[in-house]
């Protein structure tokens, strides 16, 4: 037993969106060093638990909180949850014409780290960076996901949370739309995130991604809530089963 | 010659003095007065009129305005504004520079390949004084029946006068600036009419930027409104090739009508940058005449209204050709209560058949009380034609604004990146030299309300 803190603690979370309850609450801790990973069919709420971890002012807390590295984040806007720490990779980056990704880069490393690194510096990194996920030259002078393909998209996304070291990063389905060569270089990105001080949270709803990245904590997210939390082995037995093998566990047969 | 005897209001007498004062020509003063007798027979326009239904054109008393006179004299050391030294440093490759400022006009330094080459760089009244043959028929070449024009065409006392010989082709841009100012400082109960214009001869090359702008005034002190009437005639002989960039800063008791009037002849082009950032009711009129077959038109605006301060744009792309092309973009983005409305006429003339026509016009709304119209509007006569328009009004995507703020940037930051990028689009087909750079400096300072 490790006297460790927590990471992220989510406390009996319940989130609404334009009045509907989506998050019915979630709990959840992860600490440091962890890899999680939350499966769900589409349309149980994932996407709404990534969004609301980061403050996305659309969807509004109505009851319990978030913790992280022990601090309670309910309240603050993403901006802030950033330079304490949080990354979310967008599983649907939206493009922004007119914002070259190296100006944006550079700007969001800046803000995240609270200092202008010099410039030799920053391009020495982010080159090294580029190298790893297999991203051209040419993509730091094209406008953020603007005309992008899904995969590019998905390495600029993993490339911006090398850059940032969050202390934990939240991919929402980065696996998706992927074919196997980008899937093997996106997951070596993910697991180059990972050391001891940190902690990743893998949204996703194929088993897929998770051959490359091996989670130590699997849950299995349904209209809204954790129904169920296993080890890595429960991803497999998702697979195998179904979802609905867990549904129907839940739910005693002539009640639904 | 003692000024104070002077009629300077805007009257009948003021033309026949500007006309003895400058010992004007007969010809050049027959040009004034009948200007002048057209503006008189023609009505000032009110807010009813189409054109000019979101000016409050109402507060404007020109009954009250003293105009002055731009270059009276020339001073080798008139103070530029700070800003404009900073700004030439972007033009480090310029072909000269023609800046008037208050009443003093800093002469134009021409490099001498240039004037030996018979290119003409230098004040308007320079220009009537020296080459008055070789500019005589350029005055009244493009007719106007608008009210402001014809002010300008019968009081012009100050300006620009560019001419590039045929087959010239030039690589630095020409820059021209008109800073207004009163003898206290900023602009008050005054009124200007400078006037530029720029021949480009047949197969010639050259860029031009204009820069427009007034000393601000000092905080607590009222000021009356003052006037800058701006006529810009742009004539593009058949082959010819022009790169314009007008930049306009007037400060916030400015009351600006402006008119540009590119004349596009045979297989010749324009491509064209206006950027307007102040002044409290800015009126202005861009109009592209494509007169000749494979003539070309691009042009682009930038505006970046923040307080009060109104825009309204009226922009024609008028094809009177076969085989002709036009394409207009405008971006609009406002902060705080500024309206602009934008009024984009697409006009094909009957015979003008295989033409291509384009319009686009985005508003960007920023400050919770800002307001954005755009009105396109088509008369196309030719039935083979190309043509599309299309226009947006919206505030920031939020979820563009959520994307950045997520990775750290705060919520003004976020802002500043997206209306920056808004404006990106367009900046970055200006190819003047840095011209750009200095734009984006610009943007930066009004964006952050300096
Ligand atoms: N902006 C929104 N407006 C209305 N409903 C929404 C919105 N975002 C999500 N929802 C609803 O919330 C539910 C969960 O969506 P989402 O979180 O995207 O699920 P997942 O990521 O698991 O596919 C869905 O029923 C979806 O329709
Ligand atoms: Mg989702």
Not at chain 2, 123 to 152: C, G, W
Request: proline fraction near 4%.
């Amino acid at each position: 037993m490790t006297a460790k803190q927590p990471i992220l603690s989510v406390q009996n979370l319940h989130a609404k969106v334009e009045d509907k309850e989506i998050l019915k609450g979630v709990n959840l801790e992860i600490f440091p060093g962890e890899v999680h990973a939350i499966m769900g069919r589409n349309g149980s709420g994932k996407s709404t638990l990534s969004y609301t971890l980061m403050g996305h002012p659309r969807y509004v807390v109505t009851e319990g909180k978030i913790l992280f590295k022990g601090i309670d984040i309910t309240e603050m806007t993403p901006d802030e949850r950033a330079r304490t720490g949080l990354a979310l990779a967008f599983q649907y980056p939206v493009a922004i014409p007119g914002v070259s990704v190296s100006n944006f880069v550079r700007a969001s490393v800046n803000a995240v780290r609270g200092k202008d690194v010099p410039i030799k510096e920053f391009r020495a990194e982010l080159k090294e960076q580029m190298k790893k996920l297999g991203v051209a030259n040419e993509f730091l002078g094209r406008y953020i996901n603007d005309g992008f393909s899904g995969g590019e998209k998905k390495r600029l996304e993993i490339l911006q949370l090398a850059l940032l070291k969050p202390a934990l990063a939240v991919l929402d389905e980065t696996d998706s739309g992927l074919d196997i060569d980008a899937l093997k270089t996106v997951s070596e990105g993910i697991n180059n995130l990972s050391n001891p001080e940190t902690a990743i949270l893998l949204i996703t709803h194929y088993q897929r991604i998770l051959n490359y990245v091996e989670p130590q904590f699997v849950h299995v997210f349904q209209d809204g809530r954790i129904v169920k939390s296993g080890g890595g082995d429960l991803s497999k037995e998702l697979e195998a089963r179904g979802y609905d093998w867990v549904s129907q566990e839940l739910t005693p047969s002539g009640v639904s | 010659m003692s000024e104070s005897k002077l009629v300077n209001t805007i009257a009948r007498e003021r033309v026949d003095n500007l006309a003895s004062q400058n010992g004007e020509p007969s010809w050049l003063k027959e040009l004034r007065v009948s200007s002048w007798e057209a503006y008189l027979q023609t009505p000032m326009p009110t807010g009813r009129d189409e054109d000019w239904r979101k000016t409050e054109i109402e507060s404007l008393d020109l009954s009250n305005l003293n105009a002055i006179d731009l270059s009276t004299k020339k001073d080798e050391k008139a103070k530029l504004p700070e800003w404009f030294e900073t700004a030439l440093t972007f033009f480090d490759n310029h072909s000269g520079v023609v800046a008037e400022v208050g009443q003093a006009s800093v002469p134009a330094k021409l490099p001498a390949e240039l004037a030996a080459k018979g290119v003409i760089f230098c004040t308007l009244k320079e220009a009537l004084r020296d080459h008055a043959e070789l500019i005589r028929p350029y005055l009244s070449q493009i007719e106007s029946d608008q009210k402001f024009v014809l002010m300008n065409k019968a009081l012009f006392n100050g300006g620009t006068f560019l001419y590039v010989p045929p087959n010239v082709e030039i690589e630095g841009p020409f820059v021209s600036l008109t800073h207004f100012t009163s003898s206290n400082g900023s602009p008050n109960g005054v009124a200007i009419f400078p006037r530029l214009i720029a021949v480009l001869g047949s197969h010639s090359k050259a860029s031009l930027v204009n820069i427009l702008s007034s000393e601000p005034g000092k905080e607590n002190k009222t000021t009356l409104r003052s006037l800058a009437n701006v006529l810009v005639e742009v004539h593009v002989a058949p082959g010819a090739k022009c790169e314009y960039l007008e930049v306009q800063r007037f400060d916030s008791n400015v009351f600006a009508v402006t008119r540009t009037h590119n004349q596009v002849e045979q297989d010749a082009s324009v491509k064209s940058l206006t950027v307007a950032l102040g002044g409290s009711q800015l009126k202005g009129d861009i109009a592209t005449v494509l007169n000749a077959k494979g003539a070309e038109s691009d042009l682009q605006g930038i505006v970046l209204g923040d307080t009060d301060e109104h825009y309204s744009f009226n922009t024609i792309q008028k094809h009177n050709a076969p085989d002709t092309s036009s394409n207009i973009n405008f971006r609009v983005a406002l902060k705080g209560n500024a309206q602009s409305i934008y009024q984009g006429v697409i006009e094909v003339a009957k015979i003008a058949q295989k033409t291509a026509a384009f319009q686009s016009n985005k508003n960007l709304l920023l400050g919770n009380e800002a307001r954005a119209d755009s009105i396109p509007k088509l008369e196309i006569l030719a039935d083979d034609v190309k043509c599309s328009h299309g226009a947006t009004v919206g505030p920031v995507d939020r979820e563009q604004v959520f994307y950045l703020m997520s990775r750290g940037l705060s919520a003004p930051a976020a802002e500043e990146l997206i209306v920056t990028g808004f404006f990106r689009q367009i900046l970055e087909a200006c190819t003047i030299g840095r011209a750009k750079d200095w734009v984006y400096d610009v943007l930066a300072e009004k964006i952050h309300g300096v």
